[in-house]
């Protein structure tokens, strides 16, 4: 599986657009780029996923660039309620070893949103 | 609510009690995980099940015994652990359907803080 690496940690204030950015740069043909959300002492969350160019949902955007080695998770307008790690993940759809669906869960990035 | 339930929330227990945790899970999904999520560590992955049969275990010691009776119950079994071994353990559940997998997207319950004393 792909190895990603993104910043430790990023400050931004409310209202503002804040863009996390992720290298992949052994990504593979059937891998997808995911990311997810984690609150304090509360599971991760699923927020986007894509294979290449723009996905937008109600919740954040992700730009992947044709080459497919880095991706960037776009938040619109962060409010206090957005302070959380963000984990950039690189999955097959068809899972790790045995078809299982391992994902490797990095370090993250600890957004911290101010007043 | 994801969709995904975890009792109990907290547990703490001595070295040498047994003890289980469970997850259930609502959405439908077919594949069923449990992670282990130590203070300032990222999420570590522990067991894999597919359609109620074990496909990975990610060398976790003997005294974590998982079981999947159906897709939406997997249970852990806790038995002589180490106070190492106090973390957050998470299960969580993804879709799967042959070609229409979305392995990649896991539904998280809220997790159990289990303290070994």
């Known amino acids: 599986l792909a190895k990603t690496t993104q910043p430790i940690s990023m400050d931004s204030y409310e209202g503002q657009e804040v863009n996390i950015t992720c290298s992949h740069n052994?990504?593979?043909?059937?891998?997808?780029i995911t990311w997810y959300q984690q609150f304090p002492s509360q599971g991760p969350r699923f927020i986007i996923q894509?294979?290449?160019t723009k996905v937008t949902n109600e919740v954040a955007s992700l730009f992947i660039p044709a080459d497919r080695k880095s991706s960037t998770l776009s938040l619109p307008r962060v409010s206090l309620s957005d302070t959380a790690v963000y984990y950039c993940?690189?999955?097959?759809?068809?899972?790790?070893?045995?078809?299982?669906?391992?994902?490797?869960f990095g370090q993250g990035t600890t957004l911290q949103v101010k007043p | 609510e994801t969709g995904v339930t975890q009792t109990p929330r907290h547990l703490v227990m001595g070295m040498t009690n047994k003890k289980s945790l469970k997850c259930e899970q609502h959405l439908g999904h077919n594949a069923m995980y449990w992670y282990k999520q130590s203070a300032k560590k990222p999420l570590e992955l522990m067991f894999v099940?597919?359609?109620?049969?074990?496909?990975e275990n990610n060398s976790v010691p003997s005294r974590f015994s998982p079981e999947c009776p159906n897709s939406s119950h997997l249970f852990l079994h806790l038995h002589t652990l180490q106070p190492e071994d106090s973390a957050l353990y998470l299960c969580?559940?993804?879709?799967?359907?042959?070609?229409?997998?979305?392995?990649?997207?896991?539904?998280f319950g809220p997790g159990t803080r289990l303290t070994v004393t």
């Open positions: 099940y597919n359609f109620k049969e074990q496909t």
């Open positions: 894509g294979y290449k």
């Open positions: 993940l690189v999955a097959s759809r068809y899972g790790g070893s045995g078809n299982t669906g391992k994902l490797i």
């Open positions: 969580a559940s993804s879709p799967r359907a042959g070609v229409r997998d979305r392995l990649y997207e896991q539904y």
């Open positions: 052994n990504i593979a043909t059937n891998d997808y």
